[in-house]
């Protein structure tokens, strides 16, 4: 006697999936998907309704904007390079990495059975990709001048930090040496009137436009951004608190578009405490966290997993944009 199939609520599905249910509520009003109603009325996911959600996660993954899953999975081939070509370029990147580590490898042994002994230092940095530093300074106040250093830089970096911790210090310091990085402060939000010029702004009207395809709301604040990350003359971007004046959606569509420009895209530094742009189970291998310890202790880079240095501080610090809102506005002060 075969077994009726199981149903699931929004919250198990969700768990099952590794992402969020308001994630399954966006696929829901994005058309992607249709979960069943029980009697009552509430949200049930099936096996159909599973493979559905697991599928729409696998292509979120590869970097597809909701509106390009909509139409791979009408079997609309539309904007299907683009994507395939930007997930290509990430995995020739893993792959140029893994090349590197071969042929130091190779080194090794030959010089080896040539009787040259590596040290135990040359043994650690086989199990390592990073190199000379990419970024080095003293620490601002309120650190005590202690050295940083930061490399090699990803496509993005998250810098994270509970109120007061210094975040933002740190990010003014990051763009002030990296030649040609601008800083782009909360300031931003003031030009709310912002619009882009059909000829001037070709380059941001384009991202605007992917942008709002991707479930994004049109604001001044989004202009703004989307005006930044185009901008020719700048080589990296610190962004203040990228989430001010984006509801839930937007958010989710700024960091997916980030993702899918690849490793060759502009390095941005992207401060936050929200989960919907930090979202820790999603974490690939060209981006970085960056935590600034609520006691002063110096920056330190922190791996997405749990059980990992730092890993629950960084969680500490991250809320739905829901209860970000709550938060709004609150400033912590500190005598210096």
Known sequence: MSSSPTFLNPGEAAD???????ALRLYEQRGLMAPVRTAAGWRAYGPDEMDRAA?????????????????????DPQGLEAALA???????????GVAAQIEDVGHMRSALAGGAVP???DLAQLASTDHAPDVAFDLPWPWGGERFELGPIRPITY?????????????????EALPGAAFLGLERLLDREAVPHPARDTCSAETLAWLVEDGATMSGALTVLAKALQAPDTSALVIDMVEEGLDHATQEAVISHLRRRGPRGKPVFLLTRSTAILDLAAVGPGESIILCPANHAAPMTVL???????YEAVVTCLAAPDVRARTAGVVAMRQR
């Open 159 to 175: 810098i994270v930090g509970p109120l007061g911790s210094g975040k933002t210090r740190l990010a003014q310091r990051i763009a």
């Open 304 to 310: 997405p997993f749990p059980g990992a240095p730092g």
């Open 16 to 22: 099952r999936l590794g992402i969020s249910a308001k």
């Open 119 to 121: 040290s135990a230092g």
């Open 55 to 75: 599928e729409i996660v696998a292509l979120r993954r590869l970097g597809f904007s909701l509106a390009q899953v909509a139409r791979v999975l009408s079997g």
């Open 86 to 96: 930007a997930h290509q370029a990430v995995l020739e990147s893993r792959l140029a």
